[in-house]
């Protein structure tokens, strides 16, 4: 496989890099390793006894990582869901702990560029939006089969669409007639739906929005690796998560609240067990994107960084 010519500019990077306070040997975790924009600038601040492990739920991302960085030995790259981060640190021999995570959420640029995916209606291309594409049910086969309940549902909560009904009931009227096989397609039938428009939003965003969270199971995904990735941080050591849109950021929010706390059971009591003990020291606050960056990359206009560190058990 040849590696295409892209240019892909990682977002919040010179953020990132300060949140994680990168040490010479330590271990790093790249949980969303993409075209490996992040991972590249890791790698640089890196000594000779560093080590970086980079995870990708897109086999095209890894295998393309594998032949960019064939001759990084302090690099390791697997495929995986996130729900699998435990079993890859354990498999990369990863043990002793990490000195710092970090979530790239979401889509990737590349992704939503390549028409074959079918994760944007920018293009026309088959109905796809499955991360792992080598794997699982289409966009389309959801579609086909989903109950207009369930859809309704999903519309609604994972794309925040106040017109989910009228979208839910014009596409089941829809593969009624003929199955919704395109990206093109999907984004007409929405769009006939929607009686009004979002200034500067293509009526069909929220839906495809909602129907690659559903496909890929990302909510569920994002909480078994937050989940997983507290226990494996060293203390001291830093987790960075980006998000792009309320549904991920509230998630991160949460979870860095509730374990930046005492278990409130203990609440007043005079000793506190360990593992009861507030496990996470929330840094900062949110941070986005500067004016600068979103001139020049407009897809970090809604990216979110959010930063922890481990506490000392």
């Not at 919704?180 to 984004?187: D, F, K, N, S, V």
């Not at 309320?246 to 374990?259: A, T």
Request: proline share 5%.
């Amino acid at each position: 496989m040849s590696v295409p010519d892209f240019k892909h500019e990682p977002v919040l990077l010179e953020e990132v890099l300060a949140a994680l306070v990168i040490k010479a040997e330590g271990c790093y975790l790249d949980a969303t390793f993409g075209r490996g924009g992040h991972s590249s600038q890791i790698l640089k601040r890196l000594g000779a006894g560093g080590r970086l492990l980079g995870l990708d739920r897109d086999p095209t991302a890894i295998s393309l990582g594998r032949e960019r960085h064939a001759n990084e030995v302090r690099l390791q790259l697997v495929q995986c869901a996130f729900a699998e981060l435990g079993d890859a640190l354990q498999t990369a021999g990863m043990t002793q702990g990490l000195d710092g995570a970090l979530f790239d959420l979401g889509v990737s640029s590349p992704q939503l560029d390549d028409a074959a995916r079918g994760f944007s209606f920018m293009q026309d291309g088959p109905l796809d939006m499955r991360m792992d594409n080598s794997t699982g049910i289409t966009a389309a086969g959801w579609l086909a089969k989903v109950s207009e309940h369930e859809l309704l549902r999903v519309i609604s909560e994972y794309g925040e669409e106040r017109f989910a009904r009228r979208i839910a009931s014009a596409i089941v009227q829809q593969r009624s007639e003929k199955p919704i096989t395109t990206t093109a397609e999907l984004a007409q039938v929405v769009s006939d739906a929607v009686p009004t428009r979002e200034p500067g939003k293509h009526p069909a965003t929220r839906t495809f929005q909602a129907i690659r969270i559903a496909v890929n199971d990302e909510l569920q995904q994002i909480d078994l690796a937050l989940e997983q990735v507290v226990n494996q941080l060293k203390p001291g050591g830093r987790l960075c998560v980006i998000s792009f849109h309320s549904l991920e950021d509230q998630r991160v929010k949460r979870f860095m609240q509730q374990f930046s706390q005492d278990d409130p059971m203990y609440a007043g009591l005079p000793v506190i067990p360990p593992e009861r003990r507030a496990r996470l020291k929330r840094i900062g606050k949110a941070i986005h994107a500067s004016a600068e960056e979103v001139r020049r990359n407009p897809r970090s206009r809604s990216a979110i960084l959010r930063v922890a560190e481990r506490m000392a058990a």
